[in-house]
């Protein structure tokens, strides 16, 4: 088994970034190590949040820890809420009060133009230094009300492009296959353990 701390005390993103690295993994997050503060998010992009976080978690002594930053960008609103996603309603943090408030800022903007994104940056560190980063990326649209009660965030509101069923509908396998973190993952665990091309 490979160890592996999440810098992440977020309890549904850790669920699914250990079931996006599957079988073979004992993973560890911020949970499992109350003491340890949580990096000031003060990056302007998804990379130096990750990078930040993940460096900050190098006072564990522990070997692999990653880092996810992740969030929504909504082309009728410049890309926001962007890195702001999490909180963009406020502290403390509250997915429906984030998605009351993007709802009420593209109460306006016509069904055809509310096309969006999530992104996530997942950045590596082993012995202390960054390895390197991973980005996924999934294209999608923004309901104009929630439908379904699986994932979390902007889930119940984002339909991925190609399918008809939000991410908070569809089962967790076929989530996983899409969305912007799935994508992110899958190029890491590639890295760490290449295909053998022989």
Known sequence: MQEILLATGNAKKGQELAELLGEGWTVWTLR?????????????TFEANAVKKALAL????????????????????????????????????????NNALLLENLATVSDAERGAQFRCVLALVAGGKLFRTFEGICRGQILRTPRGTNGFGYDPLFVPDGYAATFAELPAATKHMLSHRGRATRQLLEFLHPPDRG
């Open 32 to 44: 499992d190590f109350p003491k340890v503060p949580p990096a000031i998010e003060d990056g302007d």
């Open 58 to 97: 190098t006072i564990t002594g522990s070997g692999l820890i990653l880092a996810d930053d992740s969030g929504l960008e909504v082309d009728a609103l410049g890309g926001a809420p962007g890195i702001f996603s999490a909180r963009y309603a406020g502290e403390p943090a509250d997915d429906a009060r």
